[in-house]
């Protein structure tokens, strides 16, 4: 995940650790693939290293099948194809035991055997070129002798290019995934509504410019046929999602990639686990105009990762692994070495999931994993990069299976009611529109949204009528969201005037904010506001602007700034210099610098003060761009009178000893332990905690600097949003006041010595040539230490956690029990999203 800008994404990071094997520059030694002896295993689970891959002769292997014999075939990511058979438990392979395919094909990145074929996605200039091949054994010698080129993909180049092939639930088809530098093939139908734009209500800001000028649609999932011949979108606004899976029902899966550049800003988006449901639309945009997860006509992810690298993923259908892993997806992170079992539970019409590290290592730069018909077996390879590669198996071999099985009739009737509406994308597909109007209210967003894109996929004169009588609020505002996306200009005053017909203030939160975003798509698509909108526009929404919600202040920021309303900089301050955290603090200067009215010389010096504060925040590798542009902006609108009135301010250097998120000074309180909250901390976080003044205390103790809480924060420490269903209150206090009495195996931080006696801590988060990239503070994530890989000794686990002790100390013991009750509730006493 972290700071791969020099290094392919895929492929680009190294593991959270490194062992020395992997830097051995003795000749007479061969490299090998991390040996058994180091991995990390799941209870109940043995692995065995098949084999170690002579990179100088085979490369380093990427993408791996099996065939219908329970043969794996690979690929080198610069090179050829290879096939071999399994051997038999606790035997390995030889190199002679690896068949090299003799066709012109190789680079692949997505491999798949289907209908006595051979399917190959690749993401290079050779073999033919980026596209969907189709290889074949002709004379039935069980040679592959005939490559055929099925679909042909753009030559833009880049690692978020063509990636997996994958076998539809039906048997028939073929899914293909393409990351983010890939635009859409020729197509004959998509079932997401073909009317792509970026729905930014106020102009974006790019960072380091990486893909500047690239927009939707882009990182998609599409469906063919065995021939390659037909073409149907399935679903768009992925970043870089490198594979696929089809659960046991016929649900689609993916894993996607992160932009690691946005550490630490609010439009970072973790790595994620995506429920691909028919038309979704999961809003991928670049620089800062990535879509928010509450955005209605979006989809969320199934679960959150946090930093990392995608590559293979699979379910565990057809292992002979317990059920519970059977149901499992499995999704694969290069740059940490983990291999994670992702456990879905239903939830309304689709799922929620939970992870669970199923294996990891030092290194192990996964790569992809498949399950073996044959022999119920589980298969990895790790590779990548030309890093060392090889080949590993996965059997079962703990107690018999007592995991059981449920799935509630409210699940499955639910989910029979998405697929219902979801059959109406398809192309020549009956709708009914009554059936479609009826689900446009359903509580349940996956129901709700399925209805939607069907409506959408009607002609606009068969159902727009019906917006203007509706009395459902959440019916019609998803209708009008729909009008707004599929509308005219005719359309417009009507739909603004619904919008404000709203009786705002006893919405729901989901509501509002789906006000909020139906008025700025209505403006963006279907016309700017008049003069005289404008103005009902900010009268309907200005005393609103103090929301409990960072998500519903935000948006509401926005749209008064659209506006030109002069209150919201009076306000917007007061929210900027109240925010407890560095990414909610930015989504409000990043709107306040295009407001233009309503400053005063206050006003404007309490802005630029936080401006040069800016600077002392950390994030990514665009981070520093991304303040500098909010700052120029902000400049922009300043007279020559107010850049003299504020030269001190324009031109203060800030000397940074640290982020500080609050306005608020503290001062030492105490060197707390444990035992000094022995006696409150079950009685004292019973009722009567003020939650928001935790969520204030949890920017003030600088949690939100490396940990995410409720969507909101950083990703370089552990999501804290399920805090409370892991630890009990004493344990949770202990790991903040103690943090390395435990250290999460996620977590983990290494010791590098070198040869000259000199030792590092810190994590490893690259590897560039020979040279190691160390991030040694985690409140500084953009800056690393380099180390010399041939002049490294030894790298060991650390013993000292990264989470640095004593930040409760200028907490009083009051506040410190805010902050707990604030965490263990998850945020839902304060937080209306959650009501």
């Not at 449901?277 to 006509?297: C, I, L, M, Q, T």
């Not at 059936?435 to 209210?441: C, R």
């Not at 200009?489 to 709203?502: F, G, R």
């Not at 991304?626 to 250097?653: G, T, W, Y």
Request: charged fraction near 25%.
């Amino acid at each position: 995940m972290i700071f791969r800008q020099q290094l392919p994404v895929a492929f680009g990071l190294f593991t959270a650790g490194i062992a020395l094997t992997l830097f051995s520059q003795s000749a007479s030694a061969q490299q090998e693939a991390t040996p058994v002896e180091q991995l990390n295993v799941k209870e109940g689970f043995h692995v065995e290293r098949l084999y170690s891959v002579p990179k100088d002769q085979q490369g380093s292997w990427v993408a791996m099948c099996v065939d219908d014999r329970g043969r794996l075939i690979v690929s080198d990511q610069y090179g050829a194809l290879y096939r071999m058979a399994p051997p038999a438990s606790g035997e390995t392979l030889k190199a002679d035991d690896i068949e090299k395919i003799d066709v012109d094909m190789g680079g692949a990145q997505g491999l798949l055997y289907a209908f006595d074929s051979l399917y190959v996605v690749t993401n290079t200039e050779e073999h033919g070129g980026r596209g969907l091949y189709r290889v074949k054994d002709s004379d039935g010698d069980d040679q592959f002798d005939k490559v055929e080129r099925l679909k042909k993909f753009e030559e833009q180049g880049g690692e978020h290019g063509p990636h997996a092939v994958i076998l539809g639930p039906d048997g028939q088809s073929l899914y293909i995934i393409c990351g983010n530098q890939t635009a859409l093939p020729e197509y004959d139908h998509s079932r997401v509504p073909p009317r792509w734009q970026e729905d930014q209500i106020l102009p974006r800001i790019y960072g380091r410019g990486f893909m500047r000028g690239i927009e939707a649609p882009r990182g998609w999932v599409a469906k063919t046929d065995a021939d390659g011949k037909d073409w149907e979108i399935i679903a768009t606004g992925f970043r870089n999602e490198y594979d696929a899976a089809f659960n046991k029902d016929g649900e689609l899966f993916t894993y996607d990639a992160d932009m690691e550049w946005d550490v630490n800003t609010p439009w970072y988006r973790p790595t994620r686990v995506c429920h691909v449901v028919s038309g979704a639309e999961f809003g991928w945009r670049n620089g800062s105009a990535k879509w928010p997860a509450y955005y209605s006509d979006s989809v969320p992810s199934v679960v959150d990762i946090g930093p990392g690298s995608p590559t293979g993923v699979c379910f565990g259908t057809g292992a002979k692994f317990p059920q519970k892993y059977q149901d499992a997806l499995f999704i694969m992170d290069w740059s940490y070495g983990k291999l994670y079992a992702v456990h879905m539970t239903p939830s309304g019409a689709t799922y929620t999931g939970t992870i669970e590290e199923f294996i990891s290592a030092q290194p192990l730069p996964l790569t992809d994993i498949a399950i073996s018909p044959k022999d119920g077996a589980m298969y990895f390879t790790v590779g990548g990069r030309r890093t060392q590669s090889g080949v590993y198996r996965v059997t079962y071999t703990g107690a018999a299976d007592a995991y059981p099985v449920e799935e509630t009739e409210s699940f499955a009737a639910q989910r029979a009611q998405r697929l219902a509406l979801e059959a109406m994308h398809s192309r020549g597909a009956k709708a009914d529109l009554d059936v479609i109007w009826s689900q446009l209210g359903n509580s349940d967003r996956s129901i709700q949204y399925a209805a939607r894109v069907a409506l959408e996929h009607q002609p606009v004169d068969a159902w727009a009528g019906r917006v203007w009588g509706e009395k459902d609020a959440r019916t019609q505002l998803a209708a009008l969201i729909a009008l707004a996306r599929n509308g005219s200009a005719e359309h417009q005053p009507q739909a603004v005037s619904a919008l404000m017909a709203m009786d705002y203030s006893k919405l729901d939160a989901q509501s509002r904010l789906d006000v909020l975003r139906g008025m700025g798509l209505t403006f963006l698509r279907l016309g700017k506001p008049t003069d005289t909108q404008k103005q009902a526009v900010a009268n309907y929404l200005r005393n609103h602007l103090s929301a409990s919600s960072p998500a519903e202040n935000h948006e509401l920021l926005q749209l008064l700034v659209y506006v030109q309303e002069p209150e919201a900089a009076a306000k917007g301050i007061a929210l900027l210099e109240a925010a407890p955290s560095q990414q909610e603090q930015m989504n409000y200067a990043k709107s306040l610098r295009l407001l233009t009215v309503g400053w005063t010389p206050d006003l404007d010096a309490r802005y630029f003060e936080w401006l040069n504060r800016a600077r002392t925040y950390r994030g990514g590798a665009s981070f520093g761009n991304f303040v500098k542009s909010i700052r120029d902006d902000a400049e922009a609108r300043l007279s020559d009178a107010q850049k003299v009135a504020l030269k001190p301010l324009l031109e203060a250097v800030e000397e940074s000893t640290g982020p500080q998120f609050s306005y608020t000074p503290r001062s030492f309180q105490k060197n707390y332990t444990v035992a000094d909250f022995d006696d409150v901390i079950h009685v004292g976080l019973e009722g009567g905690r003020n939650f928001e003044n935790g969520r204030n205390l949890f920017g003030a103790a600088t949690c939100f600097a490396c940990h995410r809480f409720n969507q909101e924060g950083g990703a370089l420490g552990p999501d804290l949003t399920s805090v409370s269903g892991k630890f009990s209150p004493r344990d949770l206090l202990e790991s903040i006041i103690e943090p390395s009495k435990e250290i999460s195996d996620q977590y983990n931080s290494v010791v590098v010595t070198q040869e000259d006696g000199s030792t590092t801590t810190g994590r490893v988060v690259n590897l560039n040539g020979d040279t190691i990239n160390l991030q040694e503070n985690m409140l500084d994530p953009n800056a690393l230490t380099n180390i010399d890989a041939r002049k490294v000794k030894s790298i060991e686990p650390s013993t000292v956690s990264m989470m640095p002790p004593g930040l409760l100390n200028t907490l009083t013991k009051d506040a410190v029990l805010d902050l707990m009750a604030y965490l263990l509730s998850a945020g839902k006493a304060s937080d209306p999203m959650f009501k």
